[in-house]
């Protein structure tokens, strides 16, 4: 069964920086399209930055520019770092992998991050 487990997550003040991390238990996490997805209180999920398995990425326009997804295939681990963090960043953060053209589809179970002074 895949597991994706997501760290990193906790309170900052604005401005400060976060970097999540999401561990994978799969055989061949290369082949996975990963994403970072987050929602906040009465809102939808929405998502936030994305990676290929060739390393391609894109980014909701809230974050260009501040966040920045990568992976470590050796590691089984998709990263997020997160710099000048808003108040309006706060959320539940989820890792979500997939294998393009399979109907493999997961979920993290989600990490808090809360941006406040």
């Known amino acids: 069964q895949v597991q994706l487990v997501e760290s990193g997550g906790g309170l900052v003040q604005p401005g400060g920086s976060l970097r999540l991390s999401c561990a994978a238990s799969v055989f061949i996490f290369s082949r996975y399209a990963m994403g970072w997805h987050r929602q906040a209180p009465g809102k939808q999920r929405e998502l936030v930055a994305a990676?290929?398995?060739?390393?391609?990425?894109n980014y909701a326009d809230s974050v260009k520019g501040r966040f920045t997804i990568s992976r470590d295939n050796a590691k089984n681990t998709v990263y997020l770092q997160m710099n000048s963090l808003k108040p309006e960043d706060t959320a539940v953060y989820y890792c979500?992998?997939?294998?393009?053209?399979?109907?493999?589809?997961?979920w993290g179970q989600g990490t808090q991050v809360t941006v406040s002074s």
């Open positions: 990676i290929t398995s060739g390393g391609s990425t």
């Open positions: 979500n992998g997939k294998v393009p053209g399979t109907s493999v589809d997961r």
